[in-house]
C-alpha cells in the first residue's frame, strides 16, 4: 500500500514561517491528487489545502488563503506545505493525504491513503 510520512512539524512563533513534506511511497505518485488536512485538541479533521495530480490546480480553505502554499514535486515523490504568517489558531496536527482520483474535493473520504501526523505549535 501506499505510505505517507510527514516532516518539518515543530514549535514556531506567531508571525513566522514553517514547511511542512510529505514523502510518498508507489511509483503512482504523479496521479494522486493529495491534501493537507490538521486537527486541533477536541476539534475534528479539517481541509486545509489540496492539489491535483499534476499541481497545476490548488484549492485552500478559506483561513489559511494568502499565507499557505501547497506544492508538490512528482519527480522526488514528495508534496509540500508552506506556512507564512502563522498564527495561534494554526496549532494542529498537520496530516498528508492521498487520493487516486488526480482531482478531488474537500471531504476527508475522498482520499485513500493517510499519514501519521506532524504536530504544529504556534506560540504568541
Known amino acids: 500500500q501506499v505510505q505517507l510520512v510527514e516532516s518539518g512539524g515543530g514549535l514556531v512563533q506567531a508571525g513566522g514561517s514553517m514547511r511542512l513534506s510529505c514523502a510518498a511511497s508507489?511509483?503512482?505518485?504523479?496521479?494522486?491528487?493529495m491534501g493537507w488536512f490538521r486537527q486541533a485538541p477536541g476539534q475534528e479533521r479539517e481541509f486545509v489545502a489540496r492539489?491535483?495530480?499534476?499541481?497545476?490546480?490548488?484549492y485552500y480553505t478559506d483561513s489559511v488563503k494568502g499565507r499557505f502554499t501547497i506544492s508538490r514535486d512528482n519527480a522526488e515523490n514528495k508534496v509540500y506545505l508552506q506556512m507564512n504568517r502563522v498564527s495561534p489558531e494554526d496549532t494542529a496536527v498537520y496530516y498528508c493525504?492521498?487520493?487516486?482520483?488526480?482531482?478531488?474535493?474537500?471531504?476527508?473520504?475522498?482520499?485513500?491513503?493517510w499519514g501519521q501526523g506532524t504536530q504544529v505549535t504556534v506560540s504568541s
Open positions: 508507489g511509483r503512482f505518485f504523479s496521479t494522486y491528487a
Open positions: 493525504a492521498a487520493a487516486r482520483s488526480g482531482f478531488v474535493h474537500v471531504r476527508a473520504n475522498e482520499y485513500d491513503y
Open positions: 492539489i491535483s495530480y499534476a499541481g497545476d490546480n490548488t
